[in-house]
């Protein structure tokens, strides 16, 4: 199925899974509302937009860097006077001395991936002219995690799956081997029969709400050669892939 290719890459990533206000976590690799509200919000859709054609889109996320997870401690209305602490369900302030709230938000660190999408072509045209000029900045789960490349790859690919065995790795080649392992997170069978791995609830639904799917995370051996590091050495690789030389 055509469709293209995305990479997202920051010092910081959030992708919300089950939370209340206290503890706020994030998931291992992007989820299916997080990859939602990004091309939504690079078409310049509302919060309050369906999305009904987004839910088409098809995703095989390839993990180039798994990171590390990250807390950053929040600390939210201590040391201010009763009219500026946080509010109260019935409408009141909440008293001096106890308007301090604490909470735990959880970032990834140092995670990159590619992804391939798939759908029909009248919903990945769109969203991939739209992430190439998007009409509000693309941030990776939170506003506070812009990504640090280009998030568009490729458009108008035919295979953007398969393109994920020859698109340049965004990590350091291993030592002493000729091969990575590589994990890959698809939200499709990879084979016929072939059973989930786990349900996550992550797909987005009418009223702000979520509904669970099953994927399936496999591990996958790819050539050395396609990693290709970091900053500058990475910049180059991708400028290679993306604008190949003349034949």
């Keep these: ?124 045209t769109p969203a991939a002219e739209a992430l190439a000029a998007p009409v509000f900045a693309p941030y990776l789960g939170r506003r506070s995690c812009p990504p640090d490349t280009p998030i568009l790859l490729r458009a108008n690919i035919t295979d953007p799956v398969a393109e994920l065995d020859h698109a340049p790795l965004h990590t350091e080649p291993p030592r002493s081997t000729d091969t990575i392992n590589i994990t890959f997170i698809h939200d499709t069978p990879p084979a016929p029969d072939a059973p989930p791995t786990t349900t996550v609830r992550d797909t987005p639904a009418p009223g702000r709400t979520f509904t669970t799917r099953d994927i399936w995370e496999i591990s996958r051996t790819l050539p050395a050669h396609l990693c290709a590091g970091r900053g500058t050495d990475w910049i180059n690789a991708l400028a290679d892939y993306t604008q190949p030389a003349p034949a």
């Design 1 to 124: 199925m055509p469709g293209l290719l995305i990479h997202l890459s920051a010092p910081w990533q959030s992708w919300g899974t089950s939370a209340d206000f206290k503890v706020r976590p994030t998931g291992r690799y992007p989820s299916r509302s997080g990859l939602t509200g990004l091309i939504a919000s690079a078409l310049g859709r509302s919060r309050d937009h369906r999305n009904d054609d987004l839910a088409q889109l098809r995703y095989v996320i390839r993990i180039d860097r798994a990171g590390h997870r990250e807390m950053d401690f929040h600390t939210i209305g201590g040391g201010y006077p009763r009219e500026l602490t946080p509010p109260t369900a019935d409408g009141t302030r909440k008293k001096l001395g106890e308007g301090t709230m604490l909470t735990e938000r959880w970032y990834l660190a140092d995670a990159a991936f590619t992804v391939a999408v798939t759908g029909p072509e009248a919903v990945t």
